[in-house]
């Protein structure tokens, strides 16, 4: 990669950091590209340059790039956690807590999603979905896992990580819709309910 081409990807970069806050901020709509532009001190035809799509296709970026560095960041997540060896209540204790790291350090991804999801095309929207279903996958391969080395009982392991996924992350974005972070001690109670449910 040229300098040239370094400089280019970091000035993208800082186009979508500084549109997903203002989209997060005021709203899609609300965001003109004369007010994207005066932020990040650059004239409005080389952000077209960047983005020939104009400000549809930079929202699209935003939420692509926001939901691969989410969904990687789950992957790793759950490499960590299940590859530790440990107990499974331990297991599924950091995965609560990992999962709700995550989720609370990027709160802007979540308000542009819900407020602007609709402004999003078809194939945009299952590119989305089709990246979301990745940690499902992911942790039902680990819970196989665990059942070879007869941790777990025998069970639908995809219904098993999609319970245990959607639960935890509905009550993570409860907390954050009240301005609240999950307490440690209802992580526990959590990841302890799911230990009795899925133990031999």
Known sequence: MTNR??????????????????????????????ELNKEIGMAEALTY?????????????????AQEERISSFVALFGEAFDDGGPLDRILLDLIDGIAGRLMKDQQYFQILIRERSLLDHEQKEALESLTRQPFRTMSAC???????????????EMAASQFLSHVVVLIVQEMINGRVMPHAEMKRIADFYVQLWSK
């Open 143 to 157: 819970l196989m896992e665990l059942a070879s080395r007869e941790q777990l009982r025998p069970m639908d392991f």
């Open 5 to 34: 081409d370094m400089q280019a990807a970091e000035r993208k970069q800082q186009i979508l950091e500084i549109a997903k806050r203002l989209f997060a901020e005021k709203g899609y709509h609300a965001t003109s590209m004369r």
């Open 49 to 65: 340059h960047y983005f020939p799509g104009g400000k549809l296709e930079i929202l699209k970026s935003v939420l692509q790039s």
